[in-house]
């Protein structure tokens, strides 16, 4: 079964707190990892679903996909077209539509995009989590929310076992 593991929001850029979303990104790994893109408000849009090229990748493609539905600015939406075979479909499998020099290639024009305010929230033991280095590349406004706290249920012991402090910790 699979499970979201990642949670991006995508919105105005202009604003230096939150984000005004307008669309969402959910990260899903399990049989096989995907991300789903849903327009905010938008009832005619329907979710389009992209499965990973790469576990190794998966924030990465993230940005690919949406860049190709968010972005229009630049010529990035003609040069998805032209490296992955139709990205259109409802479902995309990026390890069979596209080939992996062609995506480091969209990814070197993503890396250049600022329009957009991104707020990405990475749960634990997602494949994003290891990924996050990858961030200093991009020019995107974002802001990365890591759990800072875990309450988990063990059913075998039917007991509680926390992580981390719910102390709000001092950003400046």
């Not at 849903?38 to 329907?46: L, T």
């Not at 988990?152 to 400046?172: C, F, I």
Request: with cysteine; aromatic share 8%.
């Amino acid at each position: 079964m699979n499970r979201v593991t990642a949670h991006l929001l995508i919105g105005d850029g202009k604003s230096g707190k939150g984000v005004a979303p307008l669309w969402q990104l959910f990260l899903q790994e399990g049989d096989k990892t995907t991300w789903t893109l849903h327009k905010i408000g938008d009832p005619s849009f329907k979710p389009v679903t992209w499965a990973v090229s790469d576990q190794d990748r998966a924030l990465e493609d993230g940005f690919i996909l949406i860049s190709y539905y968010v972005y229009t600015v630049g010529g990035i939406h003609q040069q998805i077209e032209s490296n992955i075979s139709d990205p259109k479909a409802p479902f995309v499998d990026l390890s069979t539509a596209a080939h992996k020099v062609d995506l480091e290639v969209l990814c070197d024009l993503i890396r250049k995009l600022t329009d957009h305010r991104l707020l990405l929230t990475v749960y634990e033991g997602s494949a994003a989590m290891d990924q996050l280095e990858i961030l200093d590349w991009y020019h995107f406004n974002i802001e990365v929310c890591l759990p800072v706290y875990t309450r988990t249920h063990d059913a075998a012991t039917k007991s509680l076992s926390d992580r981390g402090e719910l102390a709000v910790p001092d950003l400046e």
